[in-house]
């Protein structure tokens, strides 16, 4: 399979605290993979790395064979290829719906308005929000607005879609509209790396599970093999307290 | 002109009689204020940008931190902890003179400095002083302002593919400006009422004007009163336009 991220010895550190210690992974073209574990085990700072919001303190990342934390590398078009979404959602409040959506493709990829616009209606139409085109962010509802958010990244026609737990702000009732949108996107083939608390989700659509703890990449495998048979006793302890 | 006396005391008639040099004096307050707004805007979101710069990596790193933050915290600093009526009187006297002299002027020098210096150079040293001293002002509003928006707007424009200062163009500064209307409007009606100061090196504005009259007649009501209330309305007339742009760039707040 076609190698799209690759990642060797990657380590973070926060002044004294090491939030990543070496992490060594690659994820391949249309696969989805799930990062699972405790809070502060440095999930949300390996996605964060992955498209270079955070400086790596060593190692490296390497999407489609570019090096993510090179000085040299261009890393505006490099994210336009990986799209990103927020626990928080993060939509623009002072754009509408439609504005939030075109606004990239139209001043980063030169994008014509007019096809901006049409592309917009029709992932608005895949994330069920068109009736909402024309809407500020602050009069929807959490899971609409992430959806937007959703929409938002995939105009860009990313390579990759990055998301940071992406249900975790959201009220019990939203959750599923989100995964649903996740589900379909995983579906249709697009790479996925998700940092989420969703063991269902994990469990029906990844193709890979990673569990990661205090900084490290401690188990890894298919999601039946993780969930059912872990083979390591943290992600053992892990999975007792959240199942 | 025979005295006119509106309520018994306040003779109308002066005021009738300098009505176009008041006349004048507002219009040069109008313009002084209105360029002093406009340049100090510029200049305070640049000053604020250059409060803020910073890099990852070196030299960057170095340049951001000797040849913008530093200069313009001294910037900031100086023009606000001395009083404008004194920096007027510097600039006037001392720094425009460097620069625009008959003799030697580092710029401008000869006869175009001589009429130069004669017929607007009240309103040079004026206007310069002015824009420097609101400019540390307004940086600060557009350093607060920028600094309030959250980072995860700026992650969010970033991870789009948006360069710094796209994300800043199109993402930051229409939110924060929104946030820094209120206070910029405070700025300029401060400003407004400050432009009188440039009185004190001959600029003929409003409150040149009513001290002309004033010392005319020896009426000191009539003319300040009037003047106050063309500033009062003046005033007004700023707060409003400055309502109107909150409920323009207020879409999609929060309440």
Known sequence: MDEVIRVEGLTKNFGDL????????TVSASEVVCVIGPSGSGKSTFLRCLNGLEEAS??????????????????????????????????????????????????????????????????????????????YPNQLSGGQQQRVAIARALA??????????????????????????????????????????????????????????????????????????????????????VL | MDPILWFG????????????????????TILVTLICITQGTALGLAIGLARLADARHSPARQICRYLLRWPSTVYVSFFRGTPLFVQILLIHFAVLPLFINPADGLIISGETARSLKQNYGALLSGVLALTLNSGAYISEIFRAGIQSIDRGQIEASRSLGLSF????????????????????????????????????????????????????????WEPYLTISFMYWILTLGLAWAVKRLEARYGRGDTR
């Open chain 1, 18 to 25: 090491r939030v990543l210690r070496g992490i060594d992974c």
């Open chain 1, 58 to 135: 060593g190692g490296r990342v390497l999407v489609h064979g570019t090096s993510v934390h090179d000085n040299h590398t261009d890393i505006d078009t490099l994210r336009s290829e990986i799209g990103m979404v927020f626990q928080r959602f993060n939509l623009f409040p002072h754009k509408t719906v439609l504005e939030n959506i075109t606004l990239a493709p139209t001043k980063v990829r030169g994008v014509s308005p007019a096809e901006a616009k049409q592309r917009a209606h029709d992932l608005l139409v895949k994330v069920g929000l068109l009736d909402k085109i024309d809407a």
């Open chain 1, 156 to 241: 860009m026609q990313p390579a990759i879609m990055l998301f940071d737990e992406p249900t975790s702000a959201l009220d019990p009732e939203m959750v599923g509209e989100v995964l649903n949108v996740m589900q379909t996107l995983a579906e249709e083939g697009m790479t996925m790396v998700v940092v989420t608390h969703e063991m269902g989700f994990a469990r029906r659509v990844a193709h890979r599970v990673l569990f990661m703890d205090e900084g490290m990449l401690v188990e890894e495998g298919t999601p039946e093999a993780v969930f059912d048979n872990p083979r390591e006793e943290r992600t053992r302890r892990f999975l007792a307290n």
């Open chain 2, 9 to 28: 005391w306040f003779r109308a008639d002066i005021i009738a009689e300098y009505a176009m040099m008041f006349w004048h004096g507002l219009q040069i």
């Open chain 2, 165 to 220: 200062w796209r994300t800043m163009y199109h993402v930051v500064l229409p939110q924060a400006f929104r946030r820094m209307l209120p206070p910029l409007g405070n700025n300029a009606i401060a400003l407004l009422k400050d432009s009188s100061l440039i009185s004190a090196i001959g600029l003929a504005e409003l409150a040149y004007t009513a001290r002309t009259v004033a010392g005319a007649y020896s009426r000191y």
